[in-house]
T-cell receptor, first 115, second 112 residues
């Protein structure tokens, strides 16, 4: 059973470009979470999604950031018009529907660098 | 709002030394508590978790943690560290809602 997959692992974007980060949850997992880790800080929750639904986006910046988890395919975290402050590691986690309160399995992360 | 505080950002130990990493959380309700480890270049892995029952929790690789409700603490311990324990350790709480709230992390370096 493959773990949580994220791609790309490293992404370099110039200021003003768009960044798309993908997350494929573990097989059988229908809950996806995105977290951001800034340098010298712990992971900060961004958004919690189930298939075709955003459940909690209380950690998402109000502008430029969006997330989706379509019926088919991976979850996408999209950052429009990136700025230097968006440089961070973005982690995705997934959990099965009946244990979302108990266990989240993390992917390897995508390291975004904005130049 | 929930928060998690890890007392030390950097810890350096020699092999065979004992380890204790502090973690305090702020949340008055029922909590689920976790310690995650991130080895260099790898993703977060779950070390151990506490949901209920025995407050002394055993995890993988010889780690354990003790939940002390009165102190809002969940400290991580290992009697004798190895060079391979060099990693960053994160305490997290899962309380209100499904999100995890993480501490800032403790970077442990074990000298061989």
């Amino acid at each position: 059973n493959a773990g949580v997959m994220q791609n790309p692992r490293h992404l370099v974007r110039r200021r003003g470009q768009e960044a798309r980060l993908r997350c494929s949850p573990m097989k059988g997992h229908s809950h996806v979470y995105w977290y951001r880790q800034l340098p010298e800080e712990g992971l900060k929750f961004m958004v919690y999604l189930q298939k075709e639904n955003i459940i909690d986006e209380s950690g998402m910046p109000k502008e430029r950031f969006s997330a989706e988890f379509p019926k088919e395919g991976p979850s996408i975290l999209r950052i429009q018009q990136v700025v230097r402050g968006d440089s961070a590691a973005y982690f995705c986690a997934s959990s099965p529907p009946d244990r979302s309160a108990y266990e989240q399995y993390f992917g390897p992360g995508t390291r975004l660098t904005v130049t | 709002a929930q928060s998690v505080s890890q007392h030390n950002h950097h810890v350096i130990l020699s092999e065979a030394a004992s380890l204790e990493l502090g973690c305090n959380y702020s949340y008055g309700g029922t909590v689920n508590l976790f310690w995650y480890v991130q080895y260099p270049g790898q993703h977060l892995q779950l070390l151990l978790k506490y949901f209920s029952g025995d407050p002394l929790v055993k995890g993988i690789k010889g780690f354990e943690a003790e939940f002390i409700k009165s102190k809002f603490s969940f400290n991580l311990r290992k009697p004798s560290v190895q060079w391979s324990d060099t990693a960053e350790y994160f305490c997290a709480v899962h309380g209100n809602g499904n999100k995890l709230v993480f501490g800032a992390g403790t970077i442990l370096r074990v000298k061989s």
